[in-house]
């Protein structure tokens, strides 16, 4: 089935939920080298204490990453989750990946906006701000078909949305990764993997132009700020959708968090057993609530000067 160029996780299927309550709520972690505002929510009273890192100009060579306690809480977790996720992480502007869970690959729905707006404001940003904004702070479809048409026919917009995703692609691994062909029909049915879209949210702020877009990340709007809009210093996007033949819901996020040491890039995804939207949301709350308790051991990084 071709699906239309109208896809879940737009304007107009807002929803508000219960929980969470945005910027209210605070995490219990001690930062020693700086104050850092993380993230609102529920979260386990257990103190996270963040070492300072001083001496070496490399980012890299300040952060010590230790991932067993993030697995081995993700392992013990998992067992109890009603539904499948994905959560991989990696510091901006590459380096290790660390890939968890059952979700691997998916219909990138709203989350394609990303790309899609950088590739419009590299063209002419006076002509797509308004548009970008729409499409990435309320994930506005309208919004995002403008900035579609602004590239120019089917064939020179998905050639200017595959040139970002494969500029991502080659500043982590010297290569192009390879995505199905983008058309005027089924862009926001792109098929991305968790991984590829790890990799492109680490090189993201390192693109050229990329500024405006990060920024309107940083401002999406709270109804659709779950998972790691919980983060105060997130900047995320999502997108979601039914299934065509099950009706049941996946929702998924990419973007960028930041710690005492700089930014990690994040990308997760879940689909709640029960098929329902506000199940799968509610999963990838509980993914951020992992991260927010390994935050100072989180593998941060930056862009290369």
């Keep these: 089935m071709v699906r239309s160029k109208w896809w879940s996780g737009g304007a107009g299927r807002l929803r508000r939920r219960a929980g969470w309550s945005i910027r209210t709520l605070v995490v219990t972690v001690v930062l020693v080298s700086s104050s850092c505002a993380l993230l609102s929510g529920k979260t386990d009273p257990t103190p996270v204490t963040v070492a300072a890192h001083t001496g070496a100009a490399d980012w890299r060579a300040r952060v010590t990453y230790r991932p067993n306690a993030l697995v081995a ?26 890939v968890l869970g059952d979700w691997t690959s998916g219909i990138a729905w709203s989350t394609i906006k990303v790309p899609l707006a950088l ?58 990764i390879t995505h199905p062909e983008l058309d005027g029909s089924s862009y926001g049915s792109t098929e991305w993997s968790l991984t590829d879209q790890a990799t492109f949210a680490a090189e993201l702020p390192c693109l050229s132009g990329s500024e405006m877009v990060t920024a309107l990340m940083g401002s999406v709007t709270p109804e659709q700020s779950w998972g790691l809009g919980r983060f105060s210093t997130a900047q995320f996007k999502g997108g979601w959708g039914p299934d065509d033949d099950t009706g049941e819901y996946t929702v998924r996020q990419f973007g960028t968090i930041a710690t005492t040491t700089g930014r990690v890039a994040v990308a997760m ?27 100072g051991t989180l593998p941060s990084g930056g862009c290369p000067h």
């Design 73 to 98: 809480d993700f392992t013990r977790l998992q067992e109890e989750l009603p539904g499948a996720v994905g959560l991989a992480v990696l510091p901006v502007g590459g380096g290790r990946m660390t």
């Design 119 to 176: 590739a419009a404001l590299r063209k002419d940003a006076d002509a797509a701000y308004e548009a970008a904004e729409a499409a990435i702070t309320v994930s506005d479809n309208d919004a995002a078909w403008e900035l579609w048409q602004q590239l120019g026919d089917d064939s020179e917009a998905s050639a200017a949305v595959q040139e970002v995703l494969d500029e991502a692609g080659r500043s982590a691994t010297g290569t192009a």
């Design 269 to 295: 995804a879940a689909r709640a057993d029960s098929g329902g939207f506000d199940d799968s949301t509610a999963l990838l709350d509980t993914l951020a609530q992992l991260l927010a308790r390994h935050i």
